[in-house]
């Protein structure tokens, strides 16, 4: 997604519209702007967010609970203010209050809510009615790596933040956009001419 995409994607899921869609946001939050897998992101249990950051030490991939997928992926993902603010009205308004319960509980306390089920139901519906139903989890993560990229960020902090290697956010997360590409391609240009 571009910037103006991502823009139009949270302000589709707007927080304050009904309690459902608070998790929405968040969810697409913690894939934009935290980077997160989406395993990821329904593994996250209320205490183990904190005041600045989430701490990732499991995940939850098609209902079976398990340790993050590599080594790198065991760390504590930063969060964005505004983020910060959208988890804190969450926090205050989801049913389970207890630091082992599921950010994003199910029906069934006991396990979160499942990744497509949520896609399905309730993002996706969403994007759609603005043109952006092909986003899924993955757009989610990729744009994170690609707009941080164009903002210059190290790509060392993109890589921590993600929990994989530079070489991994390099050369299979981040897509330069054409425009870009075009301003560099213009840059070299210019060299030639007197």
Request: glycine share 6%.
């Amino acid at each position: 997604m571009t910037l103006d995409q991502a823009k139009l994607a949270f302000s589709v899921l707007d927080l304050r519209e009904r309690v459902i869609v608070k998790w929405e946001r968040v969810i697409v939050k913690l894939g934009v702007l935290g980077g997160m897998r989406c395993s990821e992101i329904f593994g996250l249990r209320r205490g183990r967010i904190h005041e600045d950051s989430a701490d990732i030490v499991e995940r939850v991939s098609r209902r079976d609970i398990d340790t993050p997928k590599t080594e790198k992926s065991v760390r504590a993902v930063a969060l964005a203010s505004g983020l910060r603010q959208d988890l804190k009205a969450w926090l205050s308004a989801s049913p389970n209050t207890s630091p082992d319960g599921w950010l994003f509980p199910s029906e069934n306390p006991a396990m979160p809510i499942g990744a497509d089920n949520m896609m399905a139901r309730y993002i996706r519906p969403r994007l759609k009615t603005v043109g952006l139903g092909w986003v899924d989890y993955r757009v989610m993560r990729r744009t994170h790596s690609c707009l941080m990229n164009e903002l210059d960020i190290d790509p060392k902090l993109i890589a921590d933040q993600q929990g994989h290697t530079v070489d991994v956010n390099l050369n299979v997360y981040t897509r330069t956009s054409v425009e870009s590409r075009i301003e560099a391609v213009e840059s070299l240009e210019s060299r030639f001419v007197n």
